[in-house]
Antibody
Framework: EEQLVESGGGLVQPGGSLRLSCAAS????????MHWVRQAPGKGLVWVSR????????NYAASVRGRFTISRDNAKNTLYLQMNSLRAEDTAVYYC??????WGQGTLVTVSS | DIQMTQSPSSLSASVGDRVTVTCRAS??????LNWYQQKPGKAPKLLIY???HLQSGVPSRFSGSGSGTDFTLTISSLQPDDFATYYC?????????FGQGTKLEI
């Protein structure tokens, strides 16, 4: 079964940092672009970042560029999102996805003092 | 950035109804358009990819059409399980962008 499982969410103060992880199984992780998408409470879906199969190319939404870093470890079948300088407006459920058919269950990040 | 505009934002319908949701892109995206269904507390589920291709396992009452800037998602006969929020998403250009969602209510 193709599966993505996120972890690492939680409560963090404004200006703080958090690293999300996403463990992949059941498909060829190292052959696929991978993405992070977020959804603020009660709001719509927003694309955050993507990374190519070998980790050499990454793209970001303007709202997170310079603060967030996407990376991957193909040996561990794991995707990461390092989030620095967090703001209240970064509060959301963060999903990792092989955009299209495979999504994780999401992990909640709350930025609040 | 490419703006994706869905209409309507919400829709009331009944079981058995035929329902259409539209999505308009601010520039041509060919057929680089996906449709998702999302239920509360759950991850989005892919229904249609590349504008009109039905994802494996999705009931045939769902269909997609369109190209360029105008797209539609049609549910031919609403079932109780279909009441959810629907999103379009373009994967033509970075940043990939989603529509604001259409909430389908009973």
């Amino acid at each position: 079964e193709e599966q993505l499982v996120e972890s690492g969410g939680g409560l963090v103060q404004p200006g703080g940092s958090l690293r999300l992880s996403c463990a992949a199984s059941g498909f060829s992780f190292s052959s696929n672009w991978m993405h992070w998408v977020r959804q603020a409470p009660g709001k719509g879906l927003v694309w955050v970042s993507r990374i190519n199969n070998d980790g050499t190319t990454a793209n970001y939404a303007a709202s997170v560029r310079g603060r967030f870093t996407i990376s991957r470890d193909n040996a561990k079948n794991t995707l990461y999102l390092q989030m620095n300088s967090l703001r209240a407006e970064d509060t959301a459920v963060y999903y990792c996805a092989r955009l299209g058919a495979i999504w994780g269950q999401g992990t909640l990040v709350t930025v609040s003092s | 950035d490419i703006q994706m505009t869905q209409s309507p934002s919400s829709l009331s319908a009944s079981v058995g109804d035929r329902v259409t949701v539209t999505c308009r892109a601010s520039q041509s995206i060919a057929t680089y358009l996906n449709w998702y269904q999302q239920k509360p507390g759950k991850a989005p589920k892919l229904l249609i990819y590349a504008a009109f291709h039905l994802q494996s396992g999705v009931p045939s009452r769902f269909s997609g059409s369109g190209s360029g800037t105008d797209f539609t998602l049609t549910i031919s006969s609403l079932q109780p399980d279909d009441f959810a929020t629907y999103y379009c998403q373009q994967n033509y250009n970075i940043p990939y962008t989603f529509g604001q969602g259409t909430k389908l209510e009973i």
